[in-house]
């Protein structure tokens, strides 16, 4: 890894140093001192817009290159909003677009566009852009061996048997196209991100939310806050990969749209086609710049012609549509694959977000349950306070200054707060029978 990443460093030129040294030492022509501090190459290729990106061809070699915008736009036939979904200045969300020539994706850390012929990816010192690489080097060293034991296969079978049926259906490549391959290794490394990230979660998730339901308090209850946030937003990054898997299992011809490999055979088949026409024609006599009058041309090399083109526009349109059904198939069943490992990933932070609901519902009625204990003592300590008042009702009669014949009696004090606590625990009763009577209470 640490050689890739030393490998793919775009190298510091000499001379671009030392340029750069003098255009800062150098006075200007007016005689004012130059501004310190301002890189004024790095200001001309900014302005240029120029991009260090990383390309892999079929055979799996690397290359480091300086591109333009607009240049990318013409070397991959793309519209510049579509270029801007990989600027890393902003924040997409995850999308896999099927072009003409090209395939862009935007997973995760994995932003890169897919030809027939090479991957671009913009050149980033991220451990996952690095092993995306190395992972996509050694699919394409590994498929190129079994394609060189498939035609050594081929090759024996066709010396052993004679039928062309059966050369050709031994000779029937079985292994999936590179933009394919390509884009197999950015979902599987897509997917696997998301994945790890929701394993890390639940590890860190269940023995907070159990701490947090044995001991309830603010700092618990701060750290499961962040936690939600982190699980909601990873939870949306995931329902996005989600969907855009689903969206293109769902439309038959935006899978049809990226099968570069067949369209590029068939433009090519289609230019051989013509050429051969034309050689056809230049052989016969006819001359291919000049108008072919109606008059002076014969009838038969006309019904000749038009039978040739009836026939080739039927062979392609046929051979077309039964490609296209193949290959649809075939990018359906590696869609479905990598649909069920992230609906799998979805489904885990589903169980994560539901057990986090669960445990604040148990948190909600444990403070319920104190809350309605502090209103029970709150209620008890109200009623003891309205029996003790009545000690305070009869200390204050009695503490009037007038005279009467019972206070001369002797032992009246104490007849008085018999009958008075009597009084008070007969009230204090009643009440507490009420609330229990009303389920104000447990009984």
């Known amino acids: 890894m640490s050689e890739l990443k030393e490998r793919l460093l775009p190298p510091r030129p000499a001379s671009a140093m030392n340029l750069r040294d003098a255009a800062v030492t150098r006075p200007s022509a007016s005689g004012r001192a130059p501004l310190l501090g301002v890189d004024v190459l790095g200001l001309k290729k900014r302005g240029q817009g120029l991009r260090s990106w990383i390309r892999v061809d079929t055979s799996g070699n690397t290359q480091v290159m300086e591109v333009d915008k607009f240049t990318m736009m013409r070397r991959c036939d793309l519209p510049a909003r579509d270029l801007r979904l990989l600027d890393p200045l902003f924040v997409y969300p995850s999308t896999i677009l099927g072009r003409e020539k090209a395939i862009v994706v935007n997973l995760e850390q994995i932003r890169c566009i897919i030809t027939a012929d090479e991957v671009l990816l913009l050149n980033s010192l991220d451990n996952y852009v690095l092993r995306y690489v190395v992972e996509l080097q050694q699919r394409l060293k590994t498929s190129s061996v079994g394609e060189m034991w498939q035609q050594e296969n081929a090759q024996l079978s066709r010396r052993r048997s004679r039928s062309f049926d059966n050369a050709f259906e031994n000779s029937s490549p079985d292994y999936l196209p590179f933009e394919f391959r390509a884009l197999e290794i950015a979902l599987e490394a897509a997917c696997t991100f998301l994945d790890s990230q929701a394993s890390e979660l639940e590890i860190e998730a269940y023995p907070l939310l159990d701490e947090l339901t044995s001991k309830i ?14 699980l909601v937003a990873l939870t949306r990054r995931v329902q996005k990969v989600r969907d855009e898997i689903e969206q293109l299992m769902d439309d038959d011809g935006d899978m049809a749209e990226m099968y570069l490999t067949e369209k590029k055979r068939r433009m090519e088949g289609s230019l051989y086609g013509d050429q051969s026409l034309l050689g056809y024609r230049s052989n016969d006599g006819l001359s291919v710049s000049a108008p072919v009058s109606p008059v002076s041309s014969p009838p038969d090399s006309r019904r000749l012609d038009k039978s040739l083109s009836i026939a080739r526009s039927r062979h392609d349109s046929a051979r077309s549509s039964e490609g296209v059904t193949e290959n ?8 479905e694959a990598y649909f069920v490992v992230i609906d799998s990933t979805l489904n885990k932070l589903t169980s994560l977000k539901e057990y986090i609901d669960d445990t604040e519902d148990f948190i909600n009625i444990q403070l319920d349950n104190v809350r309605n204990q502090l209103i029970q003592f709150e209620l008890l300590l109200t009623t003891a306070t309205f029996v003790v008042a009545i000690f305070g009702v009869v200390a204050g009669i009695f503490g009037m200054n007038f005279e009467i014949d019972f206070f001369n009696q002797p032992g009246a004090f104490r007849w008085v707060l018999i009958i008075t606590g009597v009084c008070g625990f007969v009230i204090f009763s009643a009440f507490v029978w009420f609330f229990k009577y009303r389920r104000l209470m447990p009984l």
């Not at 700092?219 to 982190?230: A, C, D, I, T």
């Not at 649809?328 to 869609?335: A, D, F, G, R």
């Open 217 to 230: 308090s603010t700092l618990n209850l701060e750290r499961v806050r962040r936690l939600k946030s982190r």
């Open 328 to 335: 649809i198939e075939e990018l359906e069943m590696l869609l």
